[in-house]
């Protein structure tokens, strides 16, 4: 006996496909597919659609998605228009011709619902009706989110080196953090500039005291309310030192947020190019694997006809099986740095990855890359936070000056001798003369920090123009290794094709020839190991020098 999902799934592919057949017999069905009717029904309910939108409502990829789109413009069912605000956005909308099929579609399908429901009493058809309902509550529940999140989450195609990157900066919770001290730094900047700005609250009070209430001095009860007002007219310059040193910090926060993102690509790049060449050794593996097997095979042909000797087709044998060990380790390796590529994408599974560098590279004289120090994000970071210990001192030093306010009253509500008294005004100031050393002690702390923030920008730039002087001689000697190996790779590459043609003819033995193969396969995997380094190394230097995809 089936279950019931299993009926509940041969039920209603029955009864589509009846519904299909019968419909398609009657005029004007055909001209639309399923898809068409959930597109056309969407640009109806909404008036307008973008292609992601479209996509993602019917669970396929963009590229499928703006095809069947193509085939409605084409058609004259849907039109195509760009946003007026941002001309990088397409909107898709319904044209009068498609909504006037779609009604006649919706009216032809309303008429075959009829025919299917006229045998069912009403009782039956709410119960059926009620089902419904709640069968399509649990699909758009659970079912059509997962899907739609998935495919947004889980590119198809392979990945360029740029789009690994985008995607581990959406998903890196380094950058993230780096991206709420940004707005927590914004937020101390709204707090610093309250400072300047007027108050204003509103104070009631009711005092209760032992008055006998025979006159406005002696009243049992005082009520009292009234609206606060101060303005800060001076406190030397507070503010303004408060304000700027939370400008540098922002700005401090903002280079290191991008710092944060080169080092990112740093550890994505790495990634990505140990999974490149892992893909390229494995097919490079399997090209051997298949010379070597159809060797093998003359190999063995010849030791039948007793040209050869046993023991040398064994060895070839031998070959073969530590050929298949090398491809088993690459394996690995290759597992290995998807699975630290999809960590830091939070694409899983990961697509094939796929190389859009030239190679080999071509770098301009150091001076040019030495030049860049000074504006690596965090250099500028350095130069920022030593700008924000600069206000910091002038902040402390405030603590010396005199502060000066304006404060108001303005009464509601008063009683006794003040009572017709509606408002009043003080200028008040406070003149700092002892304070136990206090102010005196946060200017040198504030003093030595910005000394120490000096030092610290001094060393980071030594630091940068370190850093590339030393990437840029790792890149040039990778470069000169891997054309020197590029040189031993064709001089093995025609000694094997000489011998290959020699073997053929029995001019060299067995033996002779799978040294040369294993020559050939150490060449090709020592050059392609430089090259790999050599590009590893070119992509550092460029988070080094601060050149990454924006």
Same mark, same amino acid.
């Given at each position: 006996?089936?279950?019931?999902?299993?009926?509940? !799934?041969?039920?209603?592919?029955?009864?589509?496909?009846?519904?299909?057949?019968?419909?398609?017999?009657?005029?004007?069905?055909?001209?639309?597919?399923?898809?068409?009717?959930?597109?056309?029904?969407?640009?109806?309910?909404?008036?307008?659609?973008?292609?992601?939108?479209?996509?993602?409502?019917?669970?396929?990829?963009?590229?499928?998605?703006?095809?069947? $789109?193509?085939?409605?413009?084409?058609?004259?069912?849907? =039109?195509?228009?760009?946003?007026?605000?941002?001309?990088?956005?397409?909107?898709?909308?319904?044209?009068?011709?498609?909504?006037?099929?779609?009604?006649?579609?919706?009216?032809?399908?309303?008429?075959?619902?009829?025919?299917?429901?006229?045998?069912?009493?009403?009782?039956?058809? =709410?119960?059926?009706?009620?089902?419904?309902?709640?069968?399509?509550?649990?699909?758009?529940?659970? /079912?059509?989110?997962?899907?739609?999140?998935?495919?947004?989450?889980?590119?198809?195609?392979?990945?360029?080196?740029?789009?690994?990157?985008?995607?581990?900066?959406?998903?890196?919770?380094?950058?993230?953090?780096?991206?709420?001290?940004?707005?927590?730094?914004?937020?101390?900047?709204?707090?610093?500039?309250?400072?300047?700005?007027?108050?204003?609250?509103?104070?009631?009070?009711?005092?209760?005291? %032992?008055?006998?209430?025979?006159?406005?001095?002696?009243?049992?009860?005082?009520?009292?309310?009234?609206?606060?007002?101060?303005?800060?007219?001076?406190?030397?310059?507070?503010?303004?030192?408060?304000?700027?040193?939370?400008?540098?910090? /922002?700005?401090?926060?903002?280079?290191?947020?991008?710092?944060?993102?080169?080092?990112?690509?740093?550890?994505?790049?790495?990634?990505?190019?140990?999974?490149?060449?892992?893909?390229?050794?494995?097919?490079?593996?399997?090209?051997?694997?298949?010379?070597?097997?159809?060797?093998?095979?003359?190999?063995?042909?010849?030791?039948?006809?007793?040209?050869?000797?046993?023991?040398?087709?064994?060895?070839?044998?031998?070959?073969?099986?530590?050929?298949?060990?090398?491809?088993?380790?690459?394996?690995?390796?290759?597992?290995?740095?998807?699975?630290?590529?999809? !960590?830091?994408?939070? $694409?899983?599974?990961?697509?094939?990855?796929?190389?859009?560098?030239?190679?080999?590279?071509?770098? %301009?004289?150091?001076?040019?890359?030495?030049?860049?120090?000074?504006?690596?994000?965090?250099?500028?970071?350095?130069?920022?936070?030593?700008?924000?210990?600069?206000?910091?001192?002038?902040?402390?030093?405030?603590?010396?000056?005199?502060?000066?306010?304006?404060?108001?009253?303005?009464?509601?509500?008063?009683?006794?001798?003040?009572?017709?008294?509606?408002?009043?005004?003080?200028?008040?100031?406070?003149?700092?003369?002892?304070?136990?050393?206090?102010?005196?002690?946060?200017?040198?702390?504030?003093?030595?920090?910005?000394?120490?923030?000096?030092?610290?920008?001094?060393?980071?730039?030594?630091?940068?123009?370190?850093?590339?002087?030393?990437?840029?001689?790792?890149?040039?000697?990778?470069?000169?290794?891997?054309?020197?190996?590029?040189?031993?790779?064709?001089?093995?590459? %025609?000694?094997?094709?000489?011998?290959?043609?020699?073997?053929?003819?029995?001019?060299?033995?067995?033996?002779?020839?799978?040294?040369?193969?294993?020559?050939?396969?150490?060449?090709?995997?020592?050059?392609?190991?430089?090259?790999?380094?050599?590009?590893?190394?070119?992509?550092?230097?460029?988070?080094?020098?601060?050149?990454?995809?924006?």
């Amino acid at each position: 006996m089936p279950s019931a999902p299993q009926e509940l !799934f041969e039920l209603v592919l029955a009864l589509f496909r009846r519904i299909v057949r019968r419909e398609r017999g009657l005029k004007g069905y055909g001209t639309l597919t399923l898809p068409q009717v959930v597109i056309l029904d969407a640009l109806l309910r909404h008036r307008r659609q973008k292609m992601r939108e479209l996509s993602l409502l019917l669970g396929i990829q963009m590229s499928a998605a703006t095809g069947l $789109v193509d085939r409605m413009v084409r058609g004259g069912l849907a =039109a195509r228009g760009r946003d007026e605000a941002d001309r990088r956005v397409v909107w898709v909308s319904i044209t009068p011709k498609g909504r006037l099929l779609f009604m006649q579609f919706g009216k032809m399908r309303r008429k075959t619902m009829g025919a299917m429901l006229k045998n069912l009493s009403a009782r039956e058809q =709410a119960a059926y009706l009620a089902l419904l309902r709640k069968i399509l509550l649990t699909v758009f529940l659970f /079912g059509l989110t997962l899907p739609a999140l998935a495919q947004e989450a889980s590119p198809s195609g392979p990945l360029t080196l740029e789009e690994c990157y985008r995607l581990a900066l959406a998903r890196s919770e380094t950058v993230a953090i780096q991206k709420e001290l940004i707005t927590e730094t914004e937020a101390r900047f709204t707090q610093a500039i309250s400072g300047i700005l007027p108050r204003v609250t509103f104070s009631s009070s009711d005092k209760r005291q %032992d008055g006998s209430g025979g006159s406005a001095f002696t009243l049992k009860e005082v009520p009292e309310r009234k609206f606060v007002m101060s303005q800060p007219l001076f406190s030397g310059f507070k503010e303004f030192a408060a304000m700027a040193g939370t400008k540098a910090e /922002g700005r401090q926060r903002l280079q290191e947020k991008r710092r944060a993102e080169q080092l990112l690509f740093v550890d994505v790049a790495e990634a990505f190019v140990e999974l490149l060449r892992q893909q390229e050794e494995l097919e490079a593996l399997a090209s051997i694997r298949t010379t070597l097997l159809e060797r093998l095979a003359q190999v063995r042909e010849r030791e039948r006809l007793g040209w050869l000797k046993a023991s040398e087709a064994h060895r070839a044998q031998a070959d073969l099986h530590r050929l298949d060990a090398e491809m088993e380790q690459a394996a690995l390796q290759q597992g290995l740095a998807r699975q630290l590529l999809e !960590f830091l994408t939070g $694409v899983e599974p990961l697509p094939l990855v796929k190389e859009t560098d030239p190679y080999p590279f071509r770098l %301009d004289p150091p001076e040019t890359y030495l030049a860049k120090a000074f504006s690596r994000p965090d250099v500028l970071a350095a130069q920022e936070s030593s700008q924000a210990a600069h206000e910091s001192v002038r902040l402390a030093k405030a603590g010396r000056w005199p502060t000066v306010n304006l404060e108001g009253n303005y009464f509601v509500e008063r009683v006794g001798a003040s009572k017709e008294v509606d408002w009043d005004a003080a200028l008040k100031v406070e003149v700092p003369i002892f304070e136990g050393g206090q102010t005196r002690g946060a200017v040198a702390e504030a003093a030595s920090g910005e000394r120490q923030t000096r030092l610290t920008l001094t060393e980071t730039q030594r630091k940068a123009l370190s850093e590339i002087r030393d990437a840029y001689s790792r890149v040039q000697s990778a470069l000169g290794e891997a054309g020197a190996l590029a040189q031993a790779w064709k001089a093995v590459s %025609d000694s094997h094709a000489a011998q290959s043609e020699e073997f053929r003819y029995r001019l060299v033995s067995p033996i002779r020839y799978l040294e040369s193969l294993q020559e050939l396969q150490e060449a090709r995997r020592q050059l392609t190991q430089a090259q790999y380094e050599a590009k590893r190394r070119y992509l550092r230097f460029k988070a080094i020098t601060g050149e990454i995809p924006a």
